[in-house]
């Protein structure tokens, strides 16, 4: 019986794991690692609840097919201390992940997706009609708020697929 009180007294006492600020930089790159190597343990370990993993490297896969080689992420910006958006450059486009951690540092919500690549079809012709019903250089109309005016020219940017 006692050996039982002891593990159970020493279970309690263990603290708890907490936040640091390099948890950030860190994950983001354990990310990065899983992009180019899958290792479903590992990604799993990374969250504090169970992650879609069957679902997020099948994404991962096909982000890898496109935008291939990825280097080290660096931040891009951050809502708060523990949740900011990386981008990792890579050999055709970016690899972007954004990450929010609990206040153990493990991840609370993940979304990424590869920045800078064509969309695919029918995506693709749907986003260029889109861009083209958008104003452009003529005149705006007077109905239009002086915010939608103050917006310009539109045009496509940096494709950011999902």
Do not use: N
């Not at 354990?30 to 479903?40: F, K, L, N, Q, T």
């Not at 109309?141 to 494709?159: E, F, I, M, T, V």
């Amino acid at each position: 019986m006692r050996p039982l009180l002891v593990a159970a007294l020493l279970a309690a006492c263990t603290p708890e794991p907490v936040f640091d600020a390099g948890d950030l930089p860190r994950i983001a790159a354990e990310i990065v690692a899983v992009y180019h190597h899958w290792d479903g343990a590992q990604y799993t370990a990374l969250f504090a609840a169970p992650p879609r993993a069957e679902r997020d490297h099948e994404a991962l896969e096909w982000m890898h097919t496109r935008l291939s080689e990825c280097g080290a992420p660096a931040p891009m910006w951050s809502l708060s201390a523990r949740s900011t958006r990386f981008s990792a450059p890579c050999e055709r486009g970016a690899l972007e992940v954004h990450l929010a951690l609990d206040a153990a540092g493990r991840i609370a919500t993940l979304r990424f997706g590869a920045a800078g690549i064509a969309p695919e079809e029918p995506l693709a012709s749907t986003v260029q009609r889109v861009v083209a019903a958008l104003p452009d250089a003529a005149p705006p109309d007077p109905k239009d708020s002086p915010w939608r005016r103050s917006l310009g020219r539109c045009a496509l940017d940096r494709p950011w697929v999902v």
